[in-house]
């Protein structure tokens, strides 16, 4: 079973209007830190945002709001007043820890290619 | 505070040939991460260190593929013999700690094209 479901393949979102983006996970750890990255067509890798399990509140940063509804496994990224330069692959992450590695571990989604449109 | 830093930013060889891509960690950071990007399988961690010694490297595909890291500040992954099919983007990732909380950043990457 996949850890990380991100199931919009890819998102079209008029600018300044407000996008969210899913992302459902697949653990049994109760510490576990969810993330999510951006990727413009540059190739880089951004961090954007984190939220941990035990986090009471919702994550905020700038523009970027994590929606994070425990009980459901999700943790949507909602990305307002969108920018043409928002426009890339964003990628949800989750930590969890990996009892046959010995440490924590990063798995990644397949990612949303996101496309705001003038 | 300068970021992750990956050389080359692109790298096309022949299939055989050596390849060595080359990375410096976020200053501080304790925790070193490998992953290779493709289409077909996404973002795949390859091996990572912590404070230089190597920790897990069960995502290293093939013994053609090889990673040292001779101090805090400076890491290399090999690979020997090229094949074309490791064409694909390789990014190195640097991280304070490996707790579920620790953000892990990452370089601009290395596209490695293998003809």
């Known amino acids: 079973a996949q850890k990380i479901t991100q199931t919009q393949p890819g998102m079209f979102v008029q600018e300044k209007e407000a996008v969210t983006l899913d992302c459902t996970y697949d653990t049994s750890d109760p510490s576990y830190g969810l993330f999510w990255y951006k990727q413009p067509s540059s190739g880089e890798m951004i961090f954007l945002i984190y939220q941990g399990s035990y986090d009471q509140q919702n994550a905020t940063e700038g523009r970027y709001s994590l929606n994070f509804q425990k009980a459901r496994k999700s943790a949507n990224l909602v990305i307002s007043a969108s920018q043409l330069g928002d426009s890339a692959m964003y990628f949800c992450?989750?930590?969890?820890?990996?009892?046959?590695?010995?440490?924590?571990?990063?798995?990644f989604g397949k990612g949303t290619k996101l496309s705001v449109i003038p | 505070d300068a970021g992750v830093i990956q050389s080359p930013r692109h790298e096309v060889t022949e299939m055989g040939q050596e390849v060595t891509l080359r990375c410096k960690p976020i200053?501080?950071?304790?925790?070193l991460f490998w992953y290779r990007q493709t289409m077909m399988r996404g973002l795949e961690l390859l091996i990572y260190f912590n404070n230089n010694v190597p920790i897990d490297d069960s995502g290293m595909p093939e013994d053609r593929f090889s990673a040292k890291m001779p101090n805090a500040s400076f890491s290399t992954l090999k690979i020997q013999p090229s094949e074309p099919r490791d064409s694909a983007v390789y990014f190195c990732?640097?991280?304070?700690?490996?707790?579920?909380?620790?953000?892990?950043?990452f370089g601009p990457g290395t596209r490695l094209t293998v003809l």
């Open positions: 200053s501080g950071h304790d925790y």
């Open positions: 990732a640097s991280s304070p700690g490996q707790g579920s909380t620790d953000t892990q950043y």
């Open positions: 992450a989750m930590r969890e820890y990996n009892s046959g590695a010995g440490s924590y571990q990063l798995t």
